[in-house]
């Protein structure tokens, strides 16, 4: 493994919902390093993009308290002031948006929202400038690139869009990408496509990335290393094989077997009981996991959950994950005898 | 007697431009599609975006016009059907739509919203259809009492099971399901699905079930047709197509299914890069002098393909 390229401290980012501050990133620490791919996975109001956000400086502060410490070369992001945020952002650190169609700004040509952050950070001629657009847009896989640079985000299909999307974020080389859900919004093959895009940059660049996912199925084909995020907390965190192989916590586990790819014969997908608590019903006392696994003791909870080593690298939050099973005919739907009339 | 047969349906939108306005051209979004769909069976369609399996299900439930061919749903033919017929005929086939948040009205109680299909084709005093549907409400695993609540008060899942109790309440034989889980979180998602075969032994169901999703659809379909450019590309059963996949295109599709096991994905990448290849080099192999697709062709009983 590289040097650290971030380091995250009990992370906490609240947001005021009629008037009182609720969690939902709450107390997450984790360190990315130079050339690893690190996905944080968990459905959707987990916290994973509140996560990213907070990285990158992009929560309404008005409404948002942040706490605790994002060091990025040297400083600690969450002080600094909004013009020194905006040295870093886009340059050394980039960011990859969910929604190719949103992301691009439809009234500007591609060649100049590309060239837009290098004319912000980098000292250079328009002539290099242009040359160094022309090239990443090669890098990034677009053929003809100087038809590209000259036309407009209406006239690419999403895939192509997507990866004008990755040219902005690499435009100034950063040390960190940031990759919120970057193929959720496109067609099968041209997920593919992306990832292995994705890959092969990595593989160029030093750079970390952040994958924000949900889908487990990108997880495997892009991490080095996962952290798997239930209700603003880190339950699960270890590298990618041994997370595939050896998953511990009762939701990494849920969640793998309720995957249909994983269950090709016909049979019942397993189900979590219950639904993901709302920011302000959450119960933030003991194994947040807890209600939703009711058949497991609460003898076997922790009191306190905290992240086990439980080999070097894999850490477990809560010691339920010892005794646990799934409970697979249980699907959260009574059964009930309907009568047809 | 095959419960749907769909032969060389057409769906052709007009392209208007020009002076006045006229039809310049057309979008062939399902340029000749023929299937079947057994009583029991679940169908799936599979495909990317815009290559016509929505059109073709819209078309199959009556929501887009049939340009040419057939739809026959126990061998009646629904595109030639009018009138008092065609309302009997409809009320069979029902449909469970992508996004429980957009199908579902806001300003009706759920009561109302299940009940809807229940008032345009039965009469019922308001107690006998209250009891319908709490039945119903109550069998998708939702609380009776919660009839009078409105849709915002639920979640994803289980407005996705009012949809499901809406598209139930005239024990149709046929369901069109049209995305219906890709809204939703994958244990949400896992919930939907469980339910949807439950539901498909009870009530002797058969799904169309139009997906972009090649895991859920190799999870729950029996038979599956791949569509591309408005035309099937290959037919078979589920095994069979994922075990074997003849054309280029299914095969590029199959191979783009994200690899569940982290020490296989090299290999994975290099399988697709092969594949892309192949497109390149052998696309006329694939594809006539048009870009059309060729017309499905037996390799087996019940695989086939399109080649020339």
Redesign the interface.
């Known amino acids: 493994m590289g040097n650290t390229v971030l380091e995250i401290e009990n992370l906490r980012t609240s947001f005021s919902i009629k008037g009182k501050y609720y969690a939902a990133v709450d107390d997450v620490s984790l360190k990315i390093h130079e050339n690893e791919v690190l996905a944080i996975v968990g ?2 109001g987990c916290g994973k993009s509140a996560l990213a956000l907070s990285i990158i400086g992009l929560h309404d502060a008005r409404v948002t308290k942040l706490e605790g410490q994002v060091n990025f070369k040297g400083q600690n992001l969450l002080n600094l002031s909004r013009a020194r945020l905006n040295k870093i952002r886009g340059k050394d650190m980039g960011m990859i948006f969910q929604d190719p169609m949103t992301a691009l700004n439809p009234l500007s040509t591609i060649g100049s929202q590309i060239t837009e952050p290098m004319k912000y950070h980098l000292k250079l001629s328009q002539a290099d400038m242009k040359k160094r657009t022309l090239e990443l847009l090669r890098r990034v896989g677009i053929k003809n690139e100087n038809r590209v640079y000259s036309q407009y985000p209406h006239e690419l299909s999403g895939g192509m869009r997507q990866r004008v999307v990755i040219a902005v974020a690499l435009a100034c080389d950063p040390i960190l990408l940031i990759a919120d859900e970057p193929t959720t919004a496109l ?6 496509q992306i ?2 895009l994705m ?1 092969e940059l990595q593989a160029q660049m030093k750079s970390g990335i952040v994958l924000i996912t ?5 997880v ?4 080095d290393r996962v952290a798997v995020m239930y209700a603003g907390q880190i339950v699960e965190l270890a590298g ?2 041994e997370m ?1 192989k050896n998953p511990l916590h009762p939701y990494t586990r ?2 793998l077997s ?7 014969d ?1 049979g ?5 009981q219950g ?1 993901v608590p709302s920011l302000q019903n959450l119960d933030r006392e003991g194994c947040r996991f807890a209600p939703r696994i009711p058949w497991i003791p609460q003898e076997d909870h922790e009191k306190d959950p905290v992240l086990h080593e439980v080999e070097p690298g894999h850490f477990v939050r809560c010691t339920c994950y010892k005794n646990f099973h799934l409970q697979t005919e249980e ?4 059964k ?1 005898v ?4 | 007697m095959s419960l749907l047969k769909v032969n060389d349906l057409k769906v052709h939108f007009p392209i208007r431009g020009g002076f006045f306005q006229r039809v310049v051209d057309h979008v062939r979004a399902a340029d000749g599609v023929s299937f079947e769909i057994q009583p029991g069976e679940t169908y799936g369609l599979v495909g ?2 815009g290559c016509g399996k929505t059109t073709t299900g819209r078309a199959v439930i009556g929501l887009n016009k049939v340009t040419s061919g057939e739809i026959l749903f126990e061998g009646k033919d629904l595109a030639k059907l009018r009138g008092k017929e065609k309302r009997l005929h409809t009320r069979d086939i029902q449909m469970i739509f992508q996004d429980p948040y957009s199908s579902l009205n806001v300003r009706k109680r759920v009561l109302d919203i299940v009940a809807e299909p229940l008032r345009n084709f039965e009469r019922l005093s308001p107690d006998e259809e209250k009891k ?1 549907v709490q ?2 409400i ?4 939702l609380n009776p009492e919660s009839i009078y609540r409105y849709p915002h008060q639920f ?1 994803g ?1 289980q407005r996705q099971r009012i949809g499901i109790a809406r598209a139930l309440t005239l ?1 149709p034989k046929l369901i069109v399901a049209d995305e219906p889980v890709s809204a939703l ?3 949400v ?3 939907v ?3 949807m ?2 539901i498909q032994k ?2 002797n169901l058969s799904y169309l079930f139009i997906s ?5 659809i ?3 379909c029996d038979r599956i047709g791949i569509m591309y450019r408005g035309r099937l590309v290959e037919e078979g059963l589920a095994d069979e197509i ?1 075990s074997n996949p003849k054309h280029l295109y299914t095969k ?2 199959i ?9 296989l ?1 090299l290999e ?2 290099h399988l ?2 092969a594949i892309d290849d192949e497109y390149r080099t052998g696309y006329d192999n694939y594809f006539d002098k048009d870009g059309r697709i060729f017309d499905l062709k037996k390799i087996s009983d019940t695989h086939s393909v399109a080649l020339p």
């Open positions: 459905e959707s067609d099968v093959t041209i997920q593919a990832m292995d890959k949900h889908d487990l199925g990108v495997a084909e892009m991490a990618v094989n595939f849920s969640l309720s995957i249909p790819s994983n269950m090709p016909k019942r997908l397993h189900v979590i639904i699907s959260g739907v009574e009930h309907f009568t047809k009339s | 990317e975006s319908r039945a119903l109550e069998r998708v695993g979640s899942g024990n979180d994958v244990s998602q896992a919930q699905l469980n339910f075969q439950d009870e009530f972009h999703d090649l895991g859920v190799q999870h729950l994922y590029r599709l191979s783009a299914i994200p690899e569940m096991d982290p020490a994905r994975k990448t697709r890069q």
